[in-house]
């Protein structure tokens, strides 16, 4: 190879191979410098060397790093197995994909001259175990491929061994630890605000949302811990302000209060299903050629593509499943677009009540960003967010933990998703063709929108970001500046839509 060739080169260079060589006569002053000059090489021989080994090294780590960037940033080939390809799979599993930070248009770093002052995190739990109703589902699908299959296929014979041992509902430990991780990373990105302030803390009252939140402060604590900037008393660990999930109850976290949308909101699949109808299909028939006896339907495909995601994310490390390698990459690109359908339609700006769902939240964020009382009257808490203790205001970090569906709906009383078009059913659009949009660069486990409010220089108004999966999204109706900021006012303006209460009268019509 090139490189072994140039290094053995290089090498021997330095290694001080000696010729001799005979003089040419007539030309003593020459001589006399060739001498002089063999005598300064042979006093400083060994400085030389060790000059043509460092600049060897770093020839060798600079070729190392490129070519380690070459190949990192090689594209997938298509085969499902392909290193290359293994993350572009684990990143199209919809939400059932584990976050990452999204490809952004404008730098996600706080811009020059600037401080952010007020850091707002909204984010889903971390990685979990199907639901109970998926998980009985996936277990009975496994259980007559085992009673009635004998031949397996090529590349299906490991679900002869396969046991089902997938729990329901709760956090695994991967899931735990992203959670951990995520508490890192804020702090680390806020490290200036958070080595003297402690963030105030909501979790929705369901188990793993809880869990969920006791491991993101578990990861700011530990980044405290370890900055030695931080003086700080501690007061870890933080209260968390749990509301709770039980029918009546408002929760602008995870609202359940508006009962037009909870009897329609599996009327509004209508794009999905033509979905399904094109691309299910294929693979049905080509797994039950694999699995003879197995008559698995189209929803059945759908269970066992779902086996891929909560399999790996069972996985202490998140290997990939063996079930993941029963579908393409393509067709995982296609069963990534389903789920983003489903949340688009179901909770999202598709959906004629899902933005109104996600209004109380929206306006306890207003409340937070201007110093001011909470303005809401449809899924807010009155007695909650009108006390100091379980409210307040004035804090510089805020950490809240829900729901993929509950942030989908808050996305969309935001408007950040409003330029999206309508997603088409009958053929598949990527993230980038949707302005953003698809549910794993959105709602992925372990989720994370950041409001940022900031101070800039020679500006005399505070101005406000928010990114999602470290994805800058450029505000709408505001005026947004080329860094996709608002000035606090604008913003405040441009959210008529929730301080309004969308459509909260047509919840009860």
């Given at each position: ?8 080169r290089?090498t021997?260079?330095?290694a ?23 005598s ?47 993350k ?5 599993w ?18 020059r ?29 496994v ?13 299906f ?9 997938l ?17 890192l ?94 691309f ?8 039950n050629q694999?699995?003879p ?37 393509e ?8 789920q983003?359908l ?26 937070r ?21 379980t ?7 805020y ?18 998703y ?6 088409p059913?009958?053929?598949?659009i ?17 989720a994370?929108l ?20 470290d ?14 900021r ?24």
């Amino acid at each position: 190879m090139v490189f072994t060739d140039l290094r053995r080169r290089l090498t021997a260079f330095v290694a001080g191979s000696r010729y001799r060589y005979t003089q040419l006569p007539g030309n003593a002053a020459r001589s006399q410098a060739q001498k002089r000059t063999s005598s300064w090489v042979g006093r400083h021989i060994a400085a030389v060397r060790l000059t043509m080994c460092a600049v060897l090294s770093i020839v060798i780590v600079l070729f190392s790093l490129s070519l380690m960037r070459s190949i990192s940033s090689q594209p997938c080939s298509g085969f499902t197995r392909d290193r290359h390809c293994r993350k572009e799979i684990a990143r199209s599993w919809g939400q059932y994909s584990s976050s990452f930070s999204v490809p952004s248009k404008i730098s996600a770093s706080v811009p020059r001259d600037c401080e952010v002052t007020f850091a707002q995190v909204l984010s889903r739990h971390g990685a979990r175990d199907p639901t109970t109703h998926k998980s009985l589902a996936y277990g009975a699908v496994v259980d007559r491929i085992h009673d009635n299959v004998a031949d397996y296929g090529r590349g299906f014979k490991f679900i002869k061994d396969y046991k089902y041992t997938l729990g329901a509902e709760q956090l695994t430990l991967f899931g735990e630890q992203q959670m951990v991780n995520a508490g890192l990373k804020f702090y680390e990105r806020y490290q200036h605000l958070a080595s003297t302030h402690s963030p105030f803390v909501r979790s929705s009252g369901q188990e793993r949302v809880v869990e969920s939140a006791k491991n993101w402060t578990q990861g700011f604590h530990q980044a405290k811990l370890a900055d030695g900037h931080s003086d700080a008393p501690d007061e870890y660990p933080y209260n968390i302000l749990v509301i709770p999930e039980t029918d009546g109850f408002n929760n602008s976290l995870s609202p359940d209060l508006c009962p037009a949308f909870e009897d329609s909101r599996h009327d509004n699949h209508d794009e999905q299903s033509t979905w399904i109808g094109l691309f299910v299909p294929p693979l049905t028939e080509r797994l039950n050629q694999n699995l003879p006896g197995a008559n698995l339907s189209d929803q059945e495909t759908i269970y066992m593509m779902d086996l891929c995601p909560f399999n790996t994310v069972a996985n202490d490390k998140a290997k990939l499943s063996e079930f993941c390698y029963l579908f393409t990459v393509e067709d995982w690109h296609d069963y990534d677009y389903y789920q983003s359908l489903g949340k688009w339609y179901g909770y999202g700006n598709g959906s004629p009540l899902g933005p109104t769902q996600g209004v109380g939240f929206v306006n306890e964020l207003l409340a937070r960003l201007t110093g001011q009382p909470v303005m809401d009257q449809t899924t807010t808490n009155s007695t909650l967010d009108g006390s100091k203790t379980t409210f307040p205001l004035h804090h510089a970090l805020y950490a809240d933990f829900s729901h993929d569906n509950d942030m989908m709906d808050i996305f969309a009383a935001l408007g950040l998703y409003n330029l999206t078009d309508p997603l088409p059913g009958d053929r598949r659009i990527s993230a980038q063709e949707a302005k953003g949009y698809s549910a794993s660069w959105v709602v992925p486990f372990a989720a994370r929108l950041y409001v940022e409010k900031m101070t800039c220089g020679g500006d005399k108004e505070e101005f406000v970001r928010i990114l999602v999966n470290d994805r800058v999204i450029p505000l709408q109706s505001c005026g947004a500046d080329a860094l996709g900021r608002c000035t606090l006012s604008r913003f405040v303006e441009s959210q008529s839509f929730a301080k309004n209460g969308g459509h909260w009268d047509k919840c009860f019509l």
